[in-house]
């Protein structure tokens, strides 16, 4: 399930409310193991153009 989010985080990066509706989405999906995995990717493939949106959804699901 980790890599179909990685893949439509990627598709829908184009647009920053998709990608922030997308994320939020993973985090219901995802099992806790793979969160801290999607978090570490998602600051190393997006913090350039979503770091402030990474920050807050990942600091409301802790």
Known sequence: MLEYVKTILVKVSFDVRLFEKEL???LKMLAQEELEQLRQWCYARFS???????????????
């Open 24 to 26: 939020r989405k993973a």
């Open 48 to 62: 350039g153009i979503y770091h402030s949106i990474i920050n807050r959804v990942f600091t409301k699901a802790s």
